[in-house]
């Protein structure tokens, strides 16, 4: 009983779609990277960039732990 219990709690939570949320993440980084760069900045865009990379960066960081 012991060993299924241990079998149990130690599967992985990884699926294939975390590849796409980690290229999302980079696509993402980039975008931002880009905007802060350009001179003549969207802030809109610079804002909006920036909060969805913290999201998929704290996504990112919950889904890492589950593997």
Known sequence: MLLAEAAEASTS????????VLIFTVII??????????????LFALGFGTVSLLVFLFMDVIMIKGW
């Open 13 to 20: 939570t990884y699926t294939s779609f975390d590849i796409y």
């Open 29 to 42: 980084a980039i975008a931002v990277i880009r905007q802060l760069i350009n001179p003549k900045r969207n």
